[in-house]
T-cell receptor, first 113, second 119 residues
Framework: DAKTTQPTSMDCAEGRAANLPCNHSTISGNEYVYWYRQIHSQGPQYIIHGLKNNETNEMASLIITEDRKSSTLILPHATLRDTAVYYCIVRVPTTSGTYKYIFGTGTRLKVLA | GAVVSQHPSWVICKSGTSVKIECRSLDFQATTMFWYRQFPKKSLMLMATSNEGSKATYEQGVEKDKFLINHASLTLSTLTVTSAHPEDSSFYIC???????????????FGAGTRLSVL
């Protein structure tokens, strides 16, 4: 099962900041939080990831609460092209020593003109 | 980011035939690749983890004889859907995980997906 829960859908006005929340209350101390998005009929696109510090890159910012039980992805100035399904993922260790992603349902973000 | 190429992007086949899908990491080596399946308006479902030079690890409920995975090199994994039937029609997506030598390690980068339609 996925270790994250997200709202099913959100709307955001074009040009405004889009704040997408994610709960991961069972996250372990050394587990990262990853964010991806999937535009219709394409493969997921990596956005950002973090452990406990806030992170920022050219696409987005990631705010992780101090207790690490939740995080928020921020798209500072949403455009119509940001309309997509956004997935928050905490990877799960495998028996072979690697990690795998278990996708939850994600948040369907619709940016409105 | 890193580039993962998936081919073909779309395939139509007759029931009973086998279909091979390729997943290549173009600018990095990937000891681990993953195969997912996605139905319309649903989330991605992990099918198997593909490890270079060893057998794939399948998720519960995924038939390993139906979905053959081969990871013969550090840049190529293949998924073969054997004796395909209409219920196998779906969107198949692969990903490759960067390793410790990559500047951004332990990130999965995804291919564009393959839409399989079995008639």
């Amino acid at each position: 099962d996925a270790k994250t829960t997200q709202p099913t859908s959100m709307d955001c006005a074009e040009g405004r900041a889009a704040n997408l929340p994610c709960n991961h209350s069972t996250i372990s101390g050394n587990e990262y939080v990853y964010w991806y998005r999937q535009i219709h009929s394409q493969g997921p696109q990596y956005i950002i990831h973090g452990l406990k510090n806030n992170e920022t890159n050219e696409m987005a910012s990631l705010i992780i609460t101090e207790d690490r039980k939740s995080s928020t992805l921020i798209l500072p100035h949403a455009t119509l092209r940001d309309t997509a399904v956004y997935y928050c993922i905490v990877r799960v260790p495998t028996t072979s020593g690697t990690y795998k992603y278990i996708f939850g349902t994600g948040t369907r973000l619709k940016v409105l003109a | 980011g890193a580039v993962v190429s998936q081919h073909p992007s779309w395939v139509i086949c007759k029931s009973g035939t086998s279909v091979k899908i390729e997943c290549r990491s173009l600018d990095f080596q990937a000891t681990t690749m993953f195969w997912y399946r996605q139905f319309p308006k649903k989330s991605l479902m992990l099918m198997a983890t593909s490890n270079e030079g060893s057998k794939a690890t399948y998720e519960q409920g995924v038939e390993k004889d139906k979905f053959l995975i081969n990871h013969a090199s550090l840049t190529l994994s293949t998924l073969t859907v054997t004796s395909a039937h209409p219920e196998d029609s779906s969107f198949y997506i692969c990903s490759a995980a960067t390793s410790g030598s990559h500047r951004v390690k332990n990130i999965q980068y995804f291919g564009a997906g393959t839409r399989l339609s079995v008639l």
